[in-house]
């Protein structure tokens, strides 16, 4: 399975509120067959702009991003019920790619800078995109098209 980050907006409420809010995502991520990796509480503050949502209108809201692995299938459902919900001003669902992994060593590193491989690499790109030029000597003493 995928792991997605689910980043929403909560509208000001208080604590408790903010907690069974909570809640009630967490487990419609658990019943749709995912698990949460990692909840991260970003704080409240005020939105870059106010935001009508659901009949009312935001100006202040609390931020949450919830990392969870599960069936791409569900991604949508999750969507549509997160839209349904009134607590719900904003949510984002992003997936996330794992970094590319890769070997330095010390002795790569020491390595004058036309000697390493990326720049090999770097110069034959360059090499490639480079335009051919006309070659003059096809045969003739001359160029026969030019005026």
Not at 17 to 43: C, H, P, Y
Not at 73 to 95: H, V
Request: glycine share 4%.
């Amino acid at each position: 399975m995928p792991t997605y980050e689910l980043a929403f907006i909560v509208r000001k409420m208080s604590r408790p509120e903010v907690v069974s809010t909570l809640k009630r995502t967490s487990e419609a991520i658990w019943k749709k067959g995912g698990f949460i990796r990692k909840l991260d509480n970003l704080g409240s503050r005020a939105l870059p702009h106010k935001i009508s949502e659901h009949g009312l209108v935001h100006r202040e809201g609390q931020y949450f991003n919830i990392q969870f692995d599960a069936p791409p299938a569900n991604i949508k459902d999750l969507s549509d019920e997160f839209g349904l919900d009134i607590d719900i001003i904003r949510k984002n669902f992003f997936k996330m790619e794992e970094p590319p992994k890769f070997e330095c060593t010390l002795q790569e590193e020491m390595l004058p800078p036309a000697y390493r491989k990326e720049v090999k690499d770097m110069i034959k790109i360059a090499q490639k995109k480079q335009k051919k030029k006309y070659q003059y000597n096809s045969g003739f003493d001359y160029y026969p098209f030019q005026k």
